[in-house]
């Protein structure tokens, strides 16, 4: 208990978010039966569900394992950064970028016993990745979801009409790998040969992880979540104290501070002139917003106002790069990755990365029409 007490009071960003809600408290129109209702609980029962059971992996130590092998398998440091680059974005497109990342970061981790790659640098392509690689089917991330259910087309419609931007994201993101990740010589630590891990640990975990992803897809997750938590409780009790409950924290404190921010009187009259903006104005909206609140944030709050559609859709999704909020999945992997500094080098790519994504996005839209 004082480990998570101690994660708590280390967190800048939960402090951060705290104090932004109380500023906004006394401004929003609100009734505190609001801010409950406000939480997507959907999202925070899965996001703990997926830390509990990567975190049961990641203590099998199956990770070393796995890791081991990839470092023998690859012998510079170029090609391994693009088989994890292509790792995420593929895994992203089907099992959401969340997801992708619960899987490839902490495995990306275990790399460091055993060479001196830059490790950081490698979750920040991840990161960029999986928003990269999700926004191709109606799965990949919630955005997509919400834009899909409201829409009228059908899986392959959806993913046609994403597939420009796609494509145009992953070779932009194949070349700043190639020419961020020199083709240097991994340099191999010397380790055993064998490497013991918890084979009763592991393919619990692993049986768990399948049973959840299914019952996400059943949408009776809070009961897989009970089963997770009852099975590590007998077994790995660890597990549960080790798992990183202030970033559960931080996005409950994320979406009461975007609640308040869209309840404020000051900000009424310019949410109701969204459905007057022609398509270069909500371009820019969505992209902008993203920044500020976060891309599926943005997606709830513009759907209220204007249909979905091929320009909305592009420029959410683009708008997951750039400053850190611009998409949950960036959190996500900078607060897995433990290092300090890799929240200001996350951002020398990805402000990059959407400048010239707004760009050849706008430009391809504008040719495709």
């Known amino acids: 208990m004082s480990i998570v007490l ?38 925070i029962m899965t996001l703990t569900g997926l830390l509990m059971l990567t975190k049961g992996l990641e203590n099998s130590g199956y990770f070393d394992v796995l890791g081991a092998r990839l470092i023998q398998r690859f012998a510079h440091e170029r090609a391994l950064a693009l088989f994890m680059v292509c790792a995420a974005a593929l895994l992203s497109t089907f099992l959401t970028n969340d997801v992708a990342l619960f899987i490839l970061v902490p495995l990306t981790l275990t790399l460091k016993k055993f060479s001196s790659l830059p490790i950081s640098r490698l979750i920040i392509f991840e990161a960029l990745a999986v928003n990269a690689g999700s926004l191709l089917t109606p799965v990949g991330n919630p955005q997509n979801i919400l834009l899909w259910s409201h829409g009228a087309l059908s899986v392959p419609g959806f993913i046609w009409q994403m597939t420009p931007l796609a494509a145009m994201l992953m070779v932009t993101l194949m070349a700043l790998t190639w020419w961020s990740f020199p083709a240097n010589d991994i340099q191999k630590h010397a380790q055993d040969e064998t490497h013991p891990w918890q084979k009763p640990l592991f393919f619990v975990s692993l049986a768990l992880y399948v049973l959840f992803i299914v019952a996400l897809e059943l949408k009776i997750t809070g009961w897989a979540l009970l089963l997770v938590a009852v099975c590590f409780l007998i077994m790995a009790r660890g597990v549960l104290l080790s798992i990183d409950w202030s970033l559960l924290l931080v996005f409950v404190a994320m979406f009461i501070d975007v609640f308040l921010l869209m309840h404020l009187p000051i900000l009424q009259p310019r949410f109701a002139a969204i459905s007057q903006l022609g398509e270069g104005g909500l371009y820019l909206l969505a992209i902008g917003l993203s920044q500020i609140i976060s891309n599926v944030p943005a997606t709830i709050l513009l759907l209220q106002k204007v249909q979905p559609s091929e320009v909305l859709a592009w420029a959410v999704n683009i ?16 607060r897995m990755a433990n290092d300090r500094r890799v929240w200001w080098q996350f951002h020398l790519f990805s402000l990059p990365m959407l400048a010239w994504s707004m760009l050849c996005g706008w430009l391809l839209l504008m040719w495709l029409r």
């Open 6 to 43: 101690r994660s708590l009071m280390r967190d800048r960003i939960l402090h951060l978010l705290l104090l932004v809600g109380v500023i906004l408290l006394p401004f929003a129109q609100y009734q505190w039966s609001d801010l409950p209702k406000a939480v997507d609980w959907q999202t």
């Open 319 to 334: 708008g997951g790069f750039g400053l850190l909020p611009g998409s949950l999945a960036n959190l996500i992997a900078l």
